[in-house]
């Protein structure tokens, strides 16, 4: 009776292990943004994003980062490295989450899903863009009259009526050369 005791519990004793190391609830919290993961060093890693220090600098332009993966990433955009090429078709790209979207159009999949109506989309950015919808929320505001929109590619057609030549326009720079893309709201 002993030895099959003994036994039992050698062979639950790794399941245990397995599920409490691998599918533990306990949740690290990060204490500046709503990041959360199951594991410690997970944790630590994502906290270097809110440190001022990003040691690793690119050599080509003024890119800093935390982490030496994201330099190297960062580095195929100067040497033109495209590394990952899609199965389907002759799309190439240096960042595999840019490979993993891409193959989303081929697939079909739309993981993305409004809370409130049925739309789905394949891309977060678009999921985004279409929650304006349902908040009302105009994020783009002309500094030269009233007008507001949630679209960029309205924000910037609506600049062209000032005569504003916009095709060279980055909608994550803080300016755009020209006219700043100003946040409803900001100063």
């Not at 599920?19 to 949740?27: D, H, N, R």
């Not at 040691?55 to 490295?81: A, F, I």
């Not at 950015?125 to 505001?141: D, F, I, Q, V």
């Amino acid at each position: 009776m002993t030895a099959t005791r003994e036994t039992s519990r050698a062979e639950i004793k790794p399941l245990t292990v397995y599920s409490v190391g691998i599918f533990s609830t306990k949740l690290y919290r990060c204490p500046h943004c709503p990041f959360l993961s199951h594991y410690p060093n997970h944790l630590a890693r994502h906290a270097h994003t809110h440190s001022e220090e990003k040691p690793h600098r690119c050599p080509h332009c003024p890119y800093t980062s935390s982490h030496l993966d994201n330099l190297k990433r960062h580095l195929r955009v100067h040497t033109g490295e495209k590394p990952y090429q899609c199965p389907s078709c002759s799309y190439a790209c240096g960042n595999l989450a840019n490979l993993r979207r891409h193959e989303r159009i081929h697939s079909g999949a739309k993981p993305f899903h409004c809370g409130v109506c049925g739309y789905s989309c394949n891309q977060s950015m678009n999921l985004k863009r279409h929650m304006l919808r349902h908040t009302g929320e105009k994020p783009y505001a002309c500094a030269e009259c009233d007008y507001t929109t949630g679209h960029w590619d309205n924000y910037k057609r609506h600049q062209r009526k000032h005569g504003h030549n916009t095709d060279s326009w980055d909608k994550h720079a803080p300016t755009n050369g020209r006219v700043r893309a100003t946040a409803v709201g900001e100063v």
